[in-house]
């Protein structure tokens, strides 16, 4: 680990914890994270971590923002003692939702029921929230299912679809936009109004994506229909 502050704007500072994506990387994020929030207090307006970096917003003095993170993480070690959430979602793995699985068994040499049993079979560190309100950024996938960003990003991308982007994997929470590998739909709801903290998942929480039929996703609510 490697500290640097970072300005963003006048009452923003990024730090810099590390300068590649790693899983194992998460311990030390959520030290941080929970150091720079004892640290700040009532003038922390918001605290954004992300794979390798966290965004502190306050409104104090840039000058003592800057020294109160460095006396807040000086000696910082892994939290190895309170792991985020686990999660079991379930997928239902066809070309008809996620239209990119054959592309990507085509591609690696695999066969469809190889990449599923790939995907389904690790467990995914939720590394940060963004682009959308509840989607979390998760990985690393497996080296042979590691896909570019689709060329021309879809228009409409059906809420619950499951895709991948390089190492990276992750569910939409609604129809937006998005250019990700489509492999497959949950029917969870990963953004709820009605839910305390609206997303079902946060930073440092952990999820298996567990394959199910198209007979049990409908029977958990989930929509064949959808199209964006």
């Known amino acids: 680990m490697k500290l640097r502050i970072e300005v963003v704007a006048i009452d923003s500072l990024m730090v810099r914890l590390f300068d590649r994506i790693d899983e194992a990387n998460m311990p030390w994020m959520l030290a941080a994270s929970q150091r720079l929030s004892a640290a700040f207090g009532e003038h922390l307006v918001d605290l954004v971590p992300s794979y390798t970096t966290l965004m502190v917003q306050f ?20 939290d190895t ?25 085509a591609r690696s040499g695999l066969s469809e029921a190889e990449v599923i049993h790939l995907h389904s079979e690790r467990e995914y560190p939720v590394f940060a929230l963004g682009f959308a309100p ?9 080296e042979r299912l590691a896909s570019p960003r689709l060329s021309t990003p879809r228009k409409r991308v059906a809420a619950g679809s499951v895709g991948i982007a390089e190492r990276q994997t992750a569910a939409y929470p609604a129809v937006s936009p998005g250019g990700w590998n489509l492999i497959g739909r949950t029917p969870v709801r990963l953004f709820d109004r009605e839910r305390e903290g609206y997303s079902l998942l946060q930073p440092g929480d952990r999820v298996r994506f567990v394959a199910v039929s ?14 964006g």
Do not use: C, N
């Open 59 to 78: 409104d104090l003095p840039p000058g003592e923002a800057r020294a109160l993170i460095t006396q807040a993480l000086e000696g910082l070690k892994p």
């Open 81 to 105: 003692g309170s792991a985020g959430r686990r999660h079991e979602i379930p997928v239902w793995y066809d070309a008809s939702v996620g239209p990119e699985l054959p592309v990507l068994a």
């Open 134 to 142: 509840g989607f979390g950024f998760m990985g690393l996938v497996d």
């Open 214 to 227: 198209r007979d049990e996703f409908l029977a958990l609510g989930g929509d064949v229909e959808a199209q």
